[in-house]
């Protein structure tokens, strides 16, 4: 690993990403406006504020299995507004296409894009495409940046987290990394998994009211471990995983055994990671365990006092410490 | 020419890229917001209205006499909204970056970029950055989402432009085109002609008080000529074009008389084509003929009854018709 050139493990979501974002991006762009550690970015305005935030997409291939490259440039943007706790209103559009993608292929894409957006009530009011020469692009890459209005009263952040706080899943992980990763029938596996890939404001909603709601965030590049890692750098707790709690379905716990994945680092495109008061924990996981899509929603740890560092506890009674990533198991995965 | 893939003609701001985005992407995402027709997106809201707007940036070298990338991802969207009557004040930025870019040269370009937000007197709020496998990106592609203030009491638009009105450029045409194309040396060629990237919000903020102003729109890909068809097309005139009135520096002639090029499509990357009422004309040219990138303005014609195309009246008395852009002159000059 060489720090003069970009290497793909600086687009994983682990260390080096850090690392370049805060020594390149943050360094040169830093103003109290753009936290890096916010999934949107607040604006003040005459009346109210706003929620601000972007996200690009490059996933191969463009089409799977429970979405395509489309939907997701919605429910990524979308969904970082959501857990924010914003209403997601307006959306931007960037489509940078490779010379050579057949245009029903962009026309099922745009199409499937429209209908998400539909669906999570967001209206896409800009946009621009650019075309690069064959070779020169990975088929579609897809950028969106999302305008919300930031729910008054709502105080959410990894700051007001404390120990003892309950840390809940909305639903089984790894299951978007393992759908788009069985699409490209790159090891000779198939698979009918189907991506999470989703708007989560019907999850975001639903707890938004309770006191006790500290922080939502949703686990994508670098999947669960990875926010549970940044939520431990960030409050200095320990964050303590059950790992017999974690919802993972068969499918995806069998090709991981298989690969050697660790399903805790896979993303997913349609799950909220939501750190709560004990004392509302209950009242979370009933209203999520309300929703289609939060029927598997689980109790999967604790914040708490120690070296902050993510501890998965075995069922045997034994403990694994799931360090920050740093290899990318499956590039271009979002 | 086939419509089942995309091609490089696709992206040249021309007719093919009008009938992707018309008949795919506004097909789709048509709603009463996303006018393909305008630079910013005009939005409801409490107090106010905000512009939003994007744009993508595939430029090739990436740095370039006079800019690079990033002051070039930061002057194409703050113009999009100056242009419209706005004053931008939030950036949002993608980056896809190519496994290998030299960290130097990205940092190079983050820190012109962010000179060019200070300059432009915008915050970039929000980020995102991928990274692409070797051979999967051109080095480096940019997106940014600007969000601005309207201006209250300002109606610009094609719809208010009339029969008689004057057609007014900020400066010459061509130099970003040729500046760029001169840095890819690939016909031999060399020169330091600088592009002229820059923010034109004091170019729009000078003649935003004429009450003659109708229309803003910086000529970038496809160049004066473009938006001449543009007005053209929205308003059933005749754009009538002094030939001997356009400003053109010595350098962008020679080398398109040299090449075949015509600095009419050429992109610029800082300069204003205004539609003014005739008699605020003379008070707009003085306006910007005040300002330091302002000071070779010119009025280059008018807009006028009869078909409804772009006429280029010739020193000699002759007339050339400018049509419609097919062909891409330079791929990945913005």
Known sequence: MTDTYITLAHGNGGRYMRELI?????????????????????????????????????????????????????????????VAGATPRYLSLNAFIEEGLPLTQLDRIVASLARAAKMAGVVVAAGDTKVVRRGEGGGLYLATAGIGVRTPGIELGMQTIQAGDAILVSGPVGDHGIAVMLAREQFGLKGELASDSASVLPLTRAVLGLPGLRFMRDPTRGGLATVAHEISRATGLQAGLQ????????????????????????????????????????????????LPDGQDAALIGHMQPGRAQVVLHTPLGGTRILDELEDDPLPRIC
Do not use: K
């Open 243 to 290: 790992q017999a709690a974690i919802p993972v379905r068969d499918q995806v716990s069998a090709v991981c055994e298989m690969l050697g994945y660790d399903p805790y680092y896979l993303a997913c495109e349609g799950r909220v990671v939501a750190v709560v008061a004990q004392a509302d924990a209950a009242a979370a996981l009933a209203a999520w365990r309300a």
């Open 22 to 82: 805060e020594g390149t991006f943050a360094r040169h762009l830093g103003n109290p406006l753009l936290d890096i550690n916010a999934d949107a970015a607040r604006l003040p305005w005459d009346a109210g504020e706003l929620m601000f935030t972007t996200d690009g997409f490059t996933v191969q291939p463009l089409e799977f299995p429970g979405g395509d490259i489309g939907s997701l440039a919605v429910h990524g943007t979308v969904n970082d507004l959501a």
